[in-house]
């Protein structure tokens, strides 16, 4: 008890000394103003006082998880249960799919709006899932497929006046196809040397659009995108965001069952094989090279279809929508929602785009609180708030031989 | 004995340098169909080194690793990368087990049918008859496998939860669903208790005769291999000293003195 | 000719900071196989930090070098002590975990280092003071190399000999090197190796705050943001001369200084980072050991 006390006294001293030039202190060198906020000594040290408390509550519950799971113990939470029982599965995705339907006839236009962008990283973010989640290939740079899609739309649109539902496959593909281009001198990459690399891919992409300006209109960007059409007609501001949150409820359907699909396929399985182990992975005949590269090609093509959403509905894009940031927040879905976990990644996405706009007292921290919570994901709960399901697969034959014998 | 019996896997004169360091020196050696035939020596002798040369993690310096399949034309694995080399029909396990410890102890053994089934990205998506028919019938050769092995009942569990002993004998389930010629197993006994041993001497045993596969073991401890095995071959500083029956191997005054001057030295 | 040396001298400047900042890089890469990610916001905290200090002696009428040596003191103070709570708190609970869990929180601590700075003290663009003066016989050559320019290469120079020093004389540069061969080893000969770790990330976020307030007041600007991309320069020089090498680094960092300088100003400098980036893709595919880097088997 004194132990613990004395523990957190001096984590709070710590921290007070370490916060205190940039939290006490704020100069102003153009105007020469000093300001002194001697209150938020006060805060830090309450704050790191009590935290440090939870801390090693966290990390004595977390030693307790391990104990037990060791021992053949059950240690998922009782969402993870209802959700591994199918039907209730199916019941839930049914409800929620009428709510999403009715969503924008009881909720005005803005409201809608920010649903879409939900959706949006929705998408996203099982599309990343794709290839951090499930081949365990971190990806830094994934906004880059994101902004060429929303480019190759920008650009034709401008040009050609090629439509919206002309580009949708179409910038999937080209997304895809930047993928393989990519994707293929990187594939005998470690781990962490592949994320770096990404990360720079997703750099120079957007130094390109920034200065490549015959083609992108630099840091300007294109505006009047076109929204999508339907069928010639002239749609209201209003009608046209609940067609595109239409567009993109059955995008996300249309999402969920492909990434789902391919997830519980032979396909899938040799990407998560390669995820926990790559060189048992290769002994057992699985073609590293090609494995990966239909992942990496694979997460590509959704953030370059959705690119061409994003683009259609805020019809306007330039650079600055495309940086490392939006990568971090697509990667901090996925791992807060939890790594290879469809239903996590659509969770994740909800918390971490909705929390910021209905709160507004929360918004300015935002990124703050995405970086904390990558953090403290990994430390406390590296399966995220919904791990994997488990799957667990029917055999016919072998069942008789039992029931016979 | 072994002449009249046909010859699935024939090592010669393979040599691996690491820079300055030669870890195998031309090590020749024949694994017959049939056979169970064990590579023993002291710690560092080069046995997994061997291995990995065989299975294509490693490119050997110099020598052949030829692979004749009974009614086929001879290949020849150097300079494969392990997936192709396991499509041939060699398949390993490790000496520290290298589960796939996030997924189930089922999910393992199919990942060990993927190089003998087809069905693609666009397959999965559409799930198309064929692709349902595959995939059931990865499910049941799979856990027909774990049966064998006496994982049946844990088919749902993760990999990671098993026992010791029983993840060493996923590993081998999982190399047995590639479909392989030859098993290669790297000091399968390592870290078990005796129970656990000679259980799985008859696992060992059973796969030789009812699944007709050749098998190739690495054994640091001589003992161990020496009711299963023949022949034995004995590696020590990366060269061959010596192969024959297990009766003649714990004869041989150069085997002795290698095993001695080991416990000596420890 | 003056304006090769010019170019010259300005590359080795650059190249001097990248080098200081990649040290932190290698040295943590090298013993505990981690990209640190967020060094990159140990640097800007530095530079803040002095920017505080020397901010704050300006407008109470203080002045000259004197105050730069105390801006950077306290600093290096600073930095290290983040440095020394960022392991502590987001890296060593992960020891063990699988590889990319300590990237990815690297990544997380990053990105709240930076709109930690941000929301404690403010988006602008801060000018830092002007403290290094202009040494009057640095002028026959001040359009080739100025006095800024000096004072780093000096001070680069400096602390990469005490850094040897400390590597190859003390008992903690020995514990580091023991470390970095084999930390199972070194923990079983007694190496205390959290300890050595410890030490590694206060060295090397010592080194970063040195670059940072050097670069602050040749720059003249502080803001929250300068830690990224300065990081993943620095991450740059630090795999092309073979991360985990500390004259790797140096090296690494002084090839990325010229390159940037002579691509800019013979070339076009409007693509100056995508050749950074570029090279950095490039040195990681085809020769991802570096120039200086041991190529590492895998073991199996």
């Known amino acids: ?405 | 004995m072994a002449e009249n019996k046909h010859k699935l896997l024939e090592v010669k004169g393979l040599t691996m340098d690491f820079g300055g360091l030669r870890a195998v020196d031309s090590v020749s050696l024949d694994v017959h169909e049939g056979e169970i035939a064990a590579l023993i020596g002291p710690n560092g002798a080069g046995k997994t080194t061997f291995f990995n040369c065989v299975t294509g993690i490693y490119n050997p310096t110099r020598g052949d690793i030829l692979l004749h399949p009974k009614e086929q034309k001879t290949r020849r694995l150097n300079g494969l990368k392990p997936n192709k080399v396991t499509e041939m029909g060699l398949a390993r396990t490790f000496q520290n087990i290298r589960l796939f410890q996030g997924m189930t102890v089922l999910e393992n053994v199919m990942i060990g049918r993927h190089c003998r089934t087809k069905a693609g990205i666009f397959h999965a998506i559409l799930r198309g008859k064929t692709f349902r028919e595959e995939e059931q019938q990865i499910v049941e050769s799979s856990y027909q496998l774990l049966e064998k092995v006496g994982l049946g009942d844990s088919a749902n569990e993760f990999a990671k939860n098993l026992p010791y002993g029983a993840q060493r004998r996923l590993e081998i389930a999982r190399a047995m669903a590639t479909d392989p010629l030859l098993l290669l197993l790297d000091e399968p006994a390592a870290g078990m208790n005796p129970q656990e041993t000679s259980a799985l001497d008859q696992l060992i045993v059973k796969i030789s005769t009812e699944e007709k596969i050749a098998i190739l073991l690495i054994e640091h401890d001589m003992k161990l291999v020496m009711n299963i095995s023949d022949p034995v071959y004995v590696m020590e500083y990366g060269k061959k000293i010596a192969e024959g029956s297990p009766q003649q191997i714990k004869d041989n005054p150069k085997v002795i003195e290698a095993y001695l001057g080991e416990e000596a030295d420890a | 000719m003056d304006y090769f040396l010019e170019l010259f001298f300005g590359g080795l400047t650059r190249g001097s900071i990248y080098a200081l900042i990649a040290l932190g890089y290698t040295m943590v890469y090298g013993i505990i196989q981690l990209i640190n990610f967020a060094h990159g916001e140990i640097y800007m905290i530095g530079a803040f930090v002095a920017l505080i200090v020397a901010g704050v002696c300006t407008i109470y009428g203080l002045s000259g070098v004197a105050i730069l040596i105390l801006a950077g003191a306290v600093a290096i103070v600073y930095a290290a002590a983040y440095g020394y709570t960022l392991e502590k708190i987001a890296y060593r609970p992960l020891r063990g975990s699988p590889r990319l869990s300590p990237l990815i929180s690297a990544i997380g601590m990053s990105i709240f280092l930076q709109n930690y700075v941000l929301l404690v003290q403010t988006a602008d663009y801060l000018p830092f003071p002007r403290l290094i003066p202009d040494f009057a016989f640095m002028e026959p050559v001040a359009h080739i190399i100025g006095s800024p320019e000096l004072v780093i290469l000096v001070t680069t120079v400096v602390t990469m000999i005490l850094l040897t020093l400390l590597i190859k004389k003390t008992r903690v540069g020995k514990g580091m090197r023991a470390t970095q061969q084999d930390m199972n080893m070194a923990r079983l000969v007694g190496v205390n190796v959290d300890r050595v770790i410890s030490m590694t990330f206060i060295i090397g976020s010592a080194l970063a705050a040195i670059a940072g307030v050097l670069v602050a007041s040749y720059i003249g600007q502080v803001n929250f943001y300068i830690g990224f991309l300065a990081g993943v320069k620095a991450f740059t020089a630090a795999v092309l001369g073979g991360i985990g090498s500390i004259p790797g680094a140096v090296l690494g960092g002084l090839v990325l200084g010229w390159a940037e300088s002579f691509s800019a100003g013979y070339i076009s400098s409007d693509y100056e980072d995508v050749f950074t980036f570029g090279l950095l893709v490039l040195i990681l595919i085809l020769r991802p050991s570096g120039i200086l880097g041991k190529v590492t088997k895998q073991k199996v």
């Open chain 1, 1 to 405: 008890m004194w132990q613990e006390f004395k523990q957190s006294i001096v984590v709070s001293i710590w921290f007070v000394f370490l916060t205190f030039p940039l939290m006490v202190v704020r100069v102003n060198t153009m105007e020469d103003l000093v300001e002194w906020r001697w209150m938020n000594i006060a805060w830090v040290a309450i704050a790191s006082f009590l935290l440090s408390y939870l801390w090693r509550y966290m990390l004595a519950r977390k030693q307790v998880r391990k104990k037990v799971e060791e021992e053949g113990g059950d240690t998922r939470s009782k969402l993870q249960i209802m959700l591994e029982n199918e039907s209730l599965r199916f019941k839930a995705m049914g409800v929620l799919l009428v709510a999403a339907l009715v969503y924008p006839q009881i909720f005005d236009t803005y409201q809608t709006t920010i649903m879409i962008s939900a959706l949006i990283y929705v998408v996203l973010g099982l599309g990343l899932n794709i290839n951090v989640g499930l081949a365990g290939m971190l990806d830094l740079g994934y906004v880059a497929f994101f902004g060429i899609g929303a480019y190759t739309f920008g650009i034709l649109n401008h040009h050609f006046d090629v439509g919206f539902w002309m580009m949708l496959p179409v910038g999937g593909m080209v997304g895809c196809l930047f993928g393989v281009i990519l994707g293929f001198p990187i594939l005998r990459l470690r781990g962490d040397y592949l994320a770096i690399v990404t990360l720079g891919f997703g750099m120079i992409l957007k130094v390109v659009l920034e200065n490549w300006g015959s083609l992108t209109f630099g840091p300007s960007g294109i505006a009047n995108i076109d929204k999508p059409g339907l069928f010639g007609l002239d749609l209201s501001l209003a009608n046209h965001t609940i067609y595109i949150y239409y567009i993109m409820i059955a995008l996300v359907v249309f999402t969920i069952i492909v990434t789902n699909r391919l997830k519980n396929s032979r396909v899938g399985r040799a990407w998560m094989a390669l995820r926990e182990d790559e060189v048992a992975c290769i002994a057992m005949g699985i073609d590293m090279a090609r494995t990966k590269l239909s992942a990496y090609a694979l997460g590509a093509f959704w953030a370059g279809m959705i690119g061409v959403v994003f683009a259609s509905k805020t019809t306007f894009i330039n650079p600055a929508s495309f940086t490392f940031m939006e990568s971090a927040i697509i990667l901090s879905i996925v791992v807060l929602g939890g790594m290879g976990s469809i239903l996590g990644v659509i969770l994740g996405a909800f918390i971490l785009i909705l929390l910021p706009e209905y709160m507004r007292a929360f918004s300015e921290y935002r990124m703050l609180i995405f970086g904390a919570s990558m953090t403290l994901m990994m430390i406390f709960r590296p399966q995220g708030l919904i791990s994997g399901l488990r799957q667990t697969y029917l055999y016919k034959g072998a069942k008789e031989e039992i029931d016979n014998g």
